[in-house]
């Protein structure tokens, strides 16, 4: 999606993954060399540094009214062998044991795993501490696949899931 169509729609945070920056836009030199990119319209955040990769990135957020979230935001690698499953595992269980170590603040582990919800390693340690993936969606079909997947994951823990509202797949953007 372009980001000069982000303004029309509701939004308060948004993860991005390759974003393409022009020299013109006023935003931090960081931003234009990651893969990863995170927008705040609505309130602040900071970086949680433990978990910073070229890969893996954490934040923060507090929107206002007394309740802050932590957010992670993966990308995984997308070869498909062992060693990129053993990889994007263990970004997320990197995630997984910084969110579970700040107690039952609403958190999430958002983006492309590459793999799908009971493929990744971590799976029994996201089980045991009641995380679970809001989506139920395939996020990804290609042209050589018999069966859509879902490989984009919305993992939230039992905190963040008793406030989502709602969650769903968008092809249109």
Same mark, same amino acid.
């Given at each position: 999606?372009?980001?000069?169509?982000?303004?029309?729609?509701?939004?308060?945070? =948004?993860?991005?993954?390759?974003?393409?920056?022009?020299?013109?836009?006023?935003?931090?030199?960081?931003?234009?060399?990651?893969?990863?990119?995170?927008?705040?319209?609505?309130?602040?955040?900071?970086?949680?540094?433990?978990?910073?990769?070229?890969?893996?990135?954490?934040?923060?957020?507090?929107?206002?009214?007394?309740?802050?979230?932590?957010?992670?935001?993966?990308?995984?690698?997308?070869?498909?062998?062992?060693?990129?499953?053993?990889?994007?595992?263990?970004?997320?269980?990197?995630?997984?044991?910084?969110?579970?170590?700040?107690?039952?603040?609403?958190?999430?582990?958002?983006?492309?795993?590459?793999?799908?919800?009971?493929?990744?390693?971590?799976?029994? =340690?996201?089980?045991?501490?009641?995380?679970?993936?809001?989506?139920?969606?395939?996020?990804?079909?290609?042209?050589?696949?018999?069966?859509?997947?879902?490989?984009?994951?919305?993992?939230?823990?039992?905190?963040?899931?008793?406030?989502?509202?709602?969650?769903?797949?968008?092809?249109?953007?």
């Amino acid at each position: 999606m372009p980001l000069t169509l982000l303004p029309y729609y509701s939004w308060d945070i =948004a993860f991005i993954q390759e974003a393409r920056v022009g020299p013109d836009s006023p935003v931090h030199e960081e931003v234009r060399r990651s893969l990863l990119a995170v927008l705040v319209r609505t309130g602040s955040c900071s970086r949680i540094a433990a978990v910073h990769t070229d890969r893996t990135d954490g934040v923060l957020w507090y929107r206002g009214g007394g309740q802050s979230y932590r957010f992670y935001h993966v990308y995984g690698e997308a070869d498909g062998t062992p060693a990129a499953l053993h990889a994007n595992s263990k970004m997320v269980r990197d995630c997984l044991v910084d969110a579970e170590a700040a107690g039952s603040v609403p958190s999430g582990i958002l983006g492309d795993c590459n793999c799908q919800f009971d493929q990744l390693l971590c799976l029994p =340690a996201l089980l045991v501490s009641e995380w679970a993936d809001l989506g139920t969606e395939p996020t990804c079909a290609t042209s050589n696949s018999r069966v859509p997947r879902r490989i984009d994951l919305l993992l939230a823990n039992r905190p963040l899931q008793c406030r989502v509202v709602r969650c769903w797949v968008d092809w249109s953007l």
